[in-house]
Nanobody
Framework: QVQLVESGGGLVQAGGSLRLSCVVS????????MGWYRQAPGKQRELVAR????????NYKDSVKGRFTISRDNAKNTVYLQMNSLKPEDTAVYYC????????WGQGTQVTVSS
């Protein structure tokens, strides 16, 4: 069973940056493709970025391409999401999860971007 703990969210002004972290335990992290998701109020959870187990392949939702970067440190069982040029529409609770062996959702981390 995968356990997930997200952190790094906060309140920033439009154009600002945040770096989210997700520590994963309970599985062989390096074999798990991982994803960052977000859920805005009244909307469904959506996948915004994904990364392969080795970190060599990444994919992004069109609206975050060029602004967000997903990465991972397999030695630390951690996946990151660097978010630059943040926009108010990026406001959401951000979650990570394994795409290979999804676990129960963590508590997420709130990102609020003010205009």
């Amino acid at each position: 069973q995968v356990q997930l703990v997200e952190s790094g969210g906060g309140l920033v002004q439009a154009g600002g940056s945040l770096r989210l972290s997700c520590v994963v335990s309970g599985s062989i992290f390096r074999i798990n493709a991982m994803g960052w998701y977000r859920q805005a109020p009244g909307k469904q959870r959506e996948l915004v970025a994904r990364i392969s187990g080795g970190g060599g392949t990444t994919n992004y939702k069109d609206s975050v391409k060029g602004r967000f970067t997903i990465s991972r440190d397999n030695a630390k069982n951690t996946v990151y999401l660097q978010m630059n040029s943040l926009k108010p529409e990026d406001t959401a609770v951000y979650y990570c999860n394994s795409l290979t062996l999804p676990g129960s959702w963590g508590q997420g981390t709130q990102v609020t971007v003010s205009s």
